[in-house]
C-alpha cells in the first residue's frame, strides 16, 4: 500500500512538473524521503540544496534539465532512474549481497557487439575483432537476470553499441522500467534513431567527443567530430538529453579540461560528462597517452570547480573515488560482459573465469575472480588510488595468478605481467600525489560493500 500511494504521489507530482516545476520539485523531494527510507542522505541533501538553493550552479542545472528535456522522457527516467534503479533496485540489491555473500553490482555494462565503424588510437575494442556479438535473446537474458537481482540501470559499449541499434531499441521497448545508456562515438546517431529514442524514453546516448575537431579527428579519424557535433544538434533540437563520454590523455588534458569547453558542450546541449582516465589497456596501449600525475591533479580540482560552477554535470571516473568508497568493479557496483559473453571484474581489466552462455549472472557473481574482487575491496584505503590495476598493480598480479582468470582480449591475448607492467611506474609516482591529496582534503569514507 505504501508502494502505491508514493507511486500515486509521483504520478501527481510528475503532472504538475510540466505545468510548474518550481511548485513541483519540493514535492517530489518530499515523496523521495518517505520512499527511501532514510537511505542515499547524501544524494537526497544535495537534491534538496539544488532546489532551495535558487542562485546556485546546481539549480540552473537542474531546472535546466527540466526546460531542456522532453517531458515524456524525463517522466520515465525519473521513475526508472530514481526510483526502480536508485531505491527499489538498491534494496534488492543490499538483501541479495547479504543472501549469498558476493558483490551484486548496481549497473551492468555490456558490448552488443565487437564491431565498430571506428579504430580510434588506443581503444583496446578494435583488438577484439568485428565478429562477435551478443544476441538479441543474450541481452535480454542478461536483462531479465539484472532485474531478479534489483539491476535496472544497463550501459552499452563496444565495438560502437549503435551498429545493433535495431536491437538495442528492441530491449528497451521489452524492458521499459529500465534505465539504458550507451557510449557511442555519435556517427551512427540520425533522425530516424532519434524518433526512436523519444519513442522508447529510456535510452540516453554519452557521445564521445574529445576536446575540439583538431584533437578528436586526431584520436577517431578525420570528419568524426563534426558527425558527433551533427548528432548532437539533433537530440538539442529535440529535446532528448544526453551527455559527453571524455578520455582525457596527456595529449588533450588541457583542452578537456578548460572553462572553454565545458560551456561549448552546455551550448550543444549535453547534460553531464564523463572523464575517463586513459588505460593502457590493449595490444595498440600507448604509455605516453597516461596523464602525468601533474595533470591528474589538475584534473581533480577542475571537476570539482566544475560541479560548483557550471550547468553540466561532470564526473571522473578515476578520481571520484572517495564518492564509492574505491573500486566499484568485480560487481560491487558494477561488472563488463563483453561481445563473447565473457564477464569481467571491470571494462579495463580484460580477464575472466566465466562466461554468460555457461553460468547464470549470479554464478558468475560467485567465481573465484569475483570472490577474490569482493574479499579485496578497497584495494587501497586512499580512494583516490582504488584501481588494483592502475595504482595497484600488484593486487591484480596476485588475483589473476590466484585465480587462473584467462585474457579476453580476444584478437590480442596479453598476459596479466603485460598489462599491469605498464601501470607500475604510474602507480609509483602517482601514489605521493595521492596520498597529499588525500591528506590535505576532508573526506569522509564509510566502506559499503
Given amino acids: 500500500m505504501k508502494k502505491e500511494l508514493a507511486d500515486l504521489g509521483i504520478r501527481q507530482a510528475l503532472k504538475l512538473l510540466r505545468a510548474n516545476p518550481e511548485k513541483a520539485l519540493p514535492k517530489l523531494m518530499s515523496i523521495a524521503d518517505i520512499v527511501s527510507r532514510g537511505e542515499m542522505p547524501a544524494q537526497r541533501a544535495a537534491f534538496h540544496s539544488a532546489i532551495e538553493d535558487k542562485d546556485s550552479n546546481k539549480h540552473r542545472m ?15 527516467l525519473i521513475v526508472n532512474f530514481a526510483m526502480n534503479a536508485s531505491m527499489e533496485g538498491w534494496r534488492r540489491q543490499i538483501k541479495l549481497r547479504e543472501e549469498y555473500g558476493c558483490n551484486v553490482p548496481w549497473a551492468i555494462l555490456l558490448d552488443p557487439t565487437s564491431a565498430c ?5 588506443g581503444c583496446w575494442a578494435a583488438d577484439y575483432g568485428n565478429r562477435l556479438n551478443l544476441s538479441f535473446d543474450d541481452i535480454d537474458s542478461i536483462v ?8 535496472y540501470f544497463y550501459l552499452f559499449t563496444g565495438g560502437e553499441p549503435l551498429v545493433r541499434k535495431r536491437d538495442v531499441v528492441r530491449i528497451c521497448e521489452k524492458h521499459d522500467d529500465c534505465v539504458f545508456l550507451a557510449f557511442t562515438n555519435g556517427t551512427l546517431i540520425d533522425e530516424e ?32 567530430y563534426d558527425k558527433a557535433v551533427h548528432a548532437m544538434e539533433l537530440m538539442r533540437e529535440r529535446k532528448i538529453p544526453f551527455g559527453i563520454s571524455c578520455c582525457y590523455t596527456s595529449k588533450n588534458f588541457r583542452k578537456v579540461s578548460s572553462s572553454d569547453y565545458l560551456e561549448w558542450l552546455s551550448d550543444q546541449g549535453a547534460m553531464f560528462i564523463w572523464y575517463f582516465h586513459y588505460m593502457p589497456v590493449g595490444t595498440d596501449a600507448d604509455v605516453e597517452l597516461m596523464v602525468s600525475p601533474e595533470q591528474r591533479m589538475g584534473m581533480y580540482y ?14 571522473d571516473f578515476q578520481n571520484d573515488g572517495e564518492f564509492v568508497q574505491g573500486c566499484i568493479a568485480g560487481g560491487r557496483r558494477y561488472l563488463h560482459i563483453n561481445a563473447a559473453g565473457d564477464v569481467d571484474p571491470c571494462v579495463f581489466v580484460h580477464f575472466s573465469d566465466s562466461n554468460i552462455h555457461e553460468k547464470t549472472l549470479l554464478e558468475c557473481l560467485q567465481s573465484p575472480l569475483f570472490m577474490a574482487y569482493h574479499d579485496g575491496q578497497p584495494f587501497n584505503d586512499n580512494m583516490l588510488r582504488p584501481c588494483p590495476m592502475l595504482e595497484n598493480p600488484q593486487a591484480l598480479r596476485e588475483i589473476i595468478e590466484r585465480t587462473g582468470a584467462h585474457s579476453t582480449n580476444l584478437e590480442g591475448v596479453e598476459s ?34
Fill in 62 to 76: 537542474l531546472m535546466r534539465v527540466l526546460n531542456e528535456v522532453d517531458p515524456d522522457i524525463m517522466d520515465t
Fill in 117 to 121: 565503424n571506428l579504430h580510434c588510437k
Fill in 144 to 151: 531479465e537476470q539484472g532485474k531478479e537481482l534489483g539491476v
Fill in 193 to 224: 534513431f532519434c524518433e526512436d529514442m523519444l519513442r522508447v524514453r529510456n535510452f540516453m546516448p554519452a557521445v564521445s567527443v574529445e576536446g575540439d575537431r583538431e584533437s578528436t579527428d586526431a584520436r577517431r579519424g578525420e570528419g568524426v
Fill in 302 to 315: 577542475r571537476v570539482r570547480e566544475f560541479r560548483n560552477t557550471k550547468d553540466v554535470f561532470a564526473m
Fill in 416 to 449: 596479466v605481467e603485460d598489462l599491469c607492467s605498464r601501470c607500475d611506474a604510474y602507480a609509483e609516482h602517482w601514489g605521493p600525489v595521492a596520498d597529499y591529496l588525500w591528506e590535505k582534503h576532508p573526506h569522509v569514507v564509510d566502506f559499503v560493500r
